[in-house]
C-alpha cells in the first residue's frame, strides 16, 4: 500500500488536489497544466499515472511519456518502476520511429528538423498506432504547436496530459510554443495552472518575478499570482554581465574557489556541439576545467561527488548542487 498507493496519503496542496480530481473525471481529451517552476508538476504527472492504472483506465504499456529533461525522465522512470517498464520518450525519437514507418530516405542523419516538416507535409499518410491510451507530455513549452497534430494523428485513441511553464521555455519563443497555444485557447476548458512553489525561496522568487515582469508586461497578472510556501532562507540571485569567455572562465575559477568542488555545479545553455557545428559550452568549460586540473564531470548527464558538475539547463533542475553557476 505504501508503495503502490502512496499519492492517496500524499500532502497535495489545495491547487493540486483540485487538478487531481478533475482528472480524475476523465470528460477531457486535452488536460492542460501551467506550472511555476519548483511547483510539483513531475510529482503531479507521476500520480496521475499510478491513479490510471489502479482505476483500471489502463494497462502500464499503454501509457507514453514524453519527457525533455533528462533529470525529470530519470526520476519518472524510476518512481514508476512499481507499475511495470516504462521508458520516457522525447519527441524526436517519436518522431523517428514514424519517419522509419514511412522509409523515410535520410533516417539515419540527425536532421531533426527535416524529419518533423517531412511529418506535417504528410500529415495523413502517419501510420496509427492505436494501443496508445494515454500520453503525458512533460515540458510542453519547448514543442511547437503542430507537435499536437503530428501526435493526435499517430495515436488516434489517446488522450493527452501537457504540462509545462510558459517562461521556461528554452526552445521556442514562449507565443510559439504548444503549452502557450493550448492556455490561450478560449475553447479549452481544462486548463489548470499551479502558482505556488515550495521549493524556490521567496528571495528568489521575488527576482525571477522581476525580472519577468521586465520582458513579459502582458503576463503581470499571471505572474504575480506565484507565491513561495518555502522555508528556505537564500541569498537570491547575483546577475552579472561578461564581456567574453576569458571574463566568464575567470569568475567560474572564482566561483569553484569561493564554493569547492562538490558544492558547485555550472549550467550552459548550449551541449557539446552547436546547431552550426561550433564546439558547445559545455565542451568549452569542460577542456578549461581540466587544463586547470580541475575534477570535472565526463557526462553533462552524470554527477560525481567529487567532481564540479557542468551540465545544461535543459538537462539538469538546478537543484542538484548549492551553489549554481548559470551562463
Known amino acids: ?178 503549452l502557450w497555444y493550448l492556455v490561450s485557447n478560449q475553447e479549452n476548458d481544462n486548463v489548470y495552472k499551479m502558482t505556488e512553489t515550495p521549493r524556490v525561496p521567496q528571495q528568489i522568487l521575488d527576482e525571477i518575478q522581476n525580472a519577468l515582469y521586465s520582458y513579459y508586461p502582458e503576463f503581470q497578472e499571471t505572474i504575480s499570482q506565484w507565491k513561495s510556501s518555502s522555508n528556505t532562507i537564500a541569498k537570491g540571485v547575483e546577475w552579472s554581465m561578461f564581456k567574453g569567455y576569458k571574463d566568464i572562465f575567470e569568475n567560474i575559477i572564482n566561483f569553484i574557489e569561493k564554493y569547492g568542488y562538490e558544492d558547485t555545479m555550472i549550467l550552459v545553455f548550449s551541449s557539446a556541439i552547436t546547431v552550426r557545428g561550433k564546439l558547445g559550452d559545455v565542451s568549452r568549460v569542460r577542456r578549461f576545467l581540466i587544463e586547470k586540473k580541475i575534477p570535472v564531470n565526463n557526462s553533462h548527464k552524470l554527477m560525481k561527488d567529487n567532481c564540479v558538475f557542468v551540465s545544461t539547463v535543459n538537462s539538469s533542475k538546478g537543484l542538484e548542487r548549492k551553489n549554481v553557476f548559470c551562463i
Open 1 to 178: 500500500k505504501k508503495v503502490i498507493g502512496w499519492m492517496y496519503d500524499f500532502p497535495w496542496r489545495p491547487e493540486q488536489g483540485k487538478i487531481m480530481l478533475n482528472f480524475q473525471k476523465q470528460d477531457w481529451e486535452n488536460f492542460v497544466i501551467q506550472a511555476v517552476f519548483g511547483g510539483g508538476k513531475t510529482t503531479m504527472l507521476i500520480a496521475m499515472i499510478f491513479d490510471l492504472i489502479l482505476h483500471e483506465r489502463c494497462k502500464i504499456d499503454e501509457v507514453m511519456i514524453c519527457a525533455f529533461n533528462v533529470a525529470i525522465k530519470n526520476e519518472i522512470k524510476k518512481k514508476v518502476k512499481p507499475l511495470g517498464k516504462v521508458v520516457p520518450r522525447t519527441f524526436d525519437s517519436i518522431v523517428y520511429e514514424i519517419c522509419k514507418d514511412m522509409s523515410y530516405v535520410d533516417l539515419k542523419h540527425p536532421n531533426f528538423l527535416e524529419k518533423r516538416r517531412f511529418l506535417y507535409q504528410n500529415i495523413l499518410k502517419i501510420p496509427e498506432d492505436e494501443k496508445i491510451k494515454y500520453i503525458f507530455i512533460d515540458e510542453a513549452q519547448d514543442l511547437e504547436k503542430n507537435v499536437n497534430t503530428i501526435l493526435s494523428k499517430r495515436y488516434p485513441n489517446a488522450k493527452k496530459i501537457i504540462v509545462g511553464d510558459i517562461f521556461q521555455s528554452i526552445q521556442k519563443e514562449p507565443r510559439e510554443s504548444l
